[in-house]
């Protein structure tokens, strides 16, 4: 999943559960169920092509945009929770953070170091990546800024 959904996913458990305690921990395990579910990536590359390409950190640049105006949002409407939601979608994000020493290497036309056990799990939890998952992704994007929406203007669905 992109960053921002894991962002989102975040951000909703922190607003809907309130307890750093418990929002913060479920919204790290949150990245690895969102990265088991079908998502999006261009199949058509090698890994190391994708990663290279302008396409590719421009979607990183719009990732991080995308996670930036979360927070921004968060604090600036400052709902209930907001700084555990925050937080939380940092956490929910962070597993992916990890992945930035591989791209900074690739970039500069070294070889990626040889992966962590936890790289591995990483990696290997993401079983299906696909160019049809953007709809999955959109999908997923709709539904938690939907459930945040109705978290900050006290909404129940």
């Not at 070294?110 to 056990?117: D, E, F, M």
Request: hydrophobic fraction near 50%; aromatic fraction near 10%; charge should be positive.
């Amino acid at each position: 999943m992109t960053a921002t959904n894991h962002a989102l996913t975040g951000a909703l458990i922190g607003l809907t559960i309130g307890n750093p305690a418990i929002a913060i921990p479920l919204a790290f395990a949150s990245h690895f169920v969102l990265d088991a579910i079908p998502h999006y990536t261009d199949d058509a590359l090698s890994e190391v092509d994708r990663i290279r390409s302008r396409k590719f950190k421009r979607l990183v640049a719009l990732d991080a945009a995308g996670c930036l105006v979360i927070v921004l949002v968060l604090a600036i409407s400052r709902p209930d929770h907001w700084l555990t939601a925050c937080v939380a979608a940092f956490f929910a994000t962070s597993p992916d953070l990890l992945w930035f020493s591989k791209f900074v290497r690739i970039n500069s036309g070294r070889q990626p170091n040889r992966p962590s056990a936890f790289a591995r799990f990483h990696h290997g939890i993401q079983w299906s990546t696909h160019r049809w998952g953007k709809w999955v992704e959109m999908a997923w994007t709709i539904a938690m800024t939907t459930g945040i929406i109705c978290e900050i203007n006290h909404i129940i669905v």
